[in-house]
């Protein structure tokens, strides 16, 4: 079939992300065990920021890739007059990466209506604890952080009596942990980022893991009562939750899914972690990305890129 000169464009777009992500993503899928193996080696904190770089990379050099690259040579170099065919694979392709968008597009709508309903539905009111801002509700998953821009902790009224002082605060400093990481908003960029090979669903768990052990590390802050309280917290919390069901984007302080008695023994004999020096990964990811910088610009670049365009339209 024959199409206009912006069609092309966009038909190209969209094979190449398609293309781009499923070679990237096999990239990243094959190298996730050991990922994740490596991130039991470092703290938790620096083991989430990896996991979340390594789920996201396949989305982002992607996108990166398309418009700094595929998008540029094709303006420059693609004659507008040109009347070229367009191939069934090309055609197959920008079709796949169509739908990859939008399915991506309608997780992320569904997971903001869902997220907003939820904590509409908890109802409750605003209290000051601790210092801090908090909705005092009538159903929630015991405390939990709701919200994306200005996140909102939400505390059930079961949970307001159940915990102790000293639980709840250690709970709350939990949960300001989530809230300065943004880790709603990790979650948030998941969604839009498609995962074609369940490897990368894993590198997810795994983040989801590790940021709750870092959010733990944060609220006891090597303290080992405060490691013991919190212990207790999560158990109390685990006992105490009902109601609305967990949503995408809302972190509870005990996810429905996780396996509690790992944590709470962490806490509960937490040794130091004599973590793997992380500077040669940045020095490397840096030189990566002043070449990929390097090579982007060059007009050489462009020119290459058009020339496999041409051969992804046959």
């Not at 869902?114 to 000051?128: I, K, M, P």
């Not at 405390?143 to 915990?163: D, Q, T």
């Not at 490397?284 to 610009?297: D, S």
Request: charge should be neutral; proline fraction near 4%; charged fraction near 20%.
């Amino acid at each position: 079939m024959t199409l206009s000169y912006g069609a092309r464009l966009l038909l190209l777009s969209s094979a190449s992300f398609f293309w781009l992500q499923l070679l990237i993503g096999a990239l990243i899928a094959f190298i996730a065990p050991a990922a994740i193996r490596r991130a039991g080696t470092m703290r938790p904190q620096h083991a989430a920021q990896m996991l979340f770089a390594l789920r996201l990379l396949p989305t982002a050099l992607s996108t990166l890739a398309v418009f700094a690259l595929c998008v540029p040579s094709y303006l420059r170099f693609e004659p507008r007059v040109a009347q070229e065919e367009v191939g069934v694979a090309c055609a197959a392709a920008a079709l796949f990466g169509a739908c990859l968008c939008a399915l991506a597009i309608f997780k992320t709508l569904s997971a903001l209506i869902r997220s907003a309903l939820y904590v509409r539905q908890c109802g409750g009111r605003e209290a000051s604890l601790e210092g801090e801002t908090v909705w005092i509700v009538r159903e929630s998953a015991g405390l939990a952080l709701a919200g994306i821009v200005h996140p909102r902790l939400l505390i059930s009224e079961r949970a307001m009596s159940g915990l102790s002082s000293d639980q709840l605060a250690v709970a709350l400093r939990h949960e300001r942990a989530h809230r300065v990481s943004r880790d709603n908003l990790k979650r948030l960029l998941f969604l839009l980022a498609p995962a074609i090979f369940p490897a990368l669903r894993r590198l997810e768990q795994a983040w989801v893991q590790c940021s709750e052990w870092s959010a733990d590390d944060c609220a006891a802050e090597g303290d080992a009562d405060r490691s013991l309280t919190l212990a207790a917290a999560l158990v109390q919390v685990a006992r105490l939750q009902s109601g609305l069901g967990p949503q995408p984007l809302v972190t509870s302080l005990v996810e429905a899914d996780e396996d509690l008695s790992l944590r709470v023994d962490r806490l509960l004999h937490a040794a130091p972690v004599r973590e793997v020096n992380p500077r040669a990964e940045v020095l490397v990811a840096m030189f990566g990305a002043a070449t990929i910088a390097a090579i982007a610009v060059n007009p050489v670049t462009l020119r290459i890129v058009h020339q496999l365009l041409e051969k992804l339209l046959d």
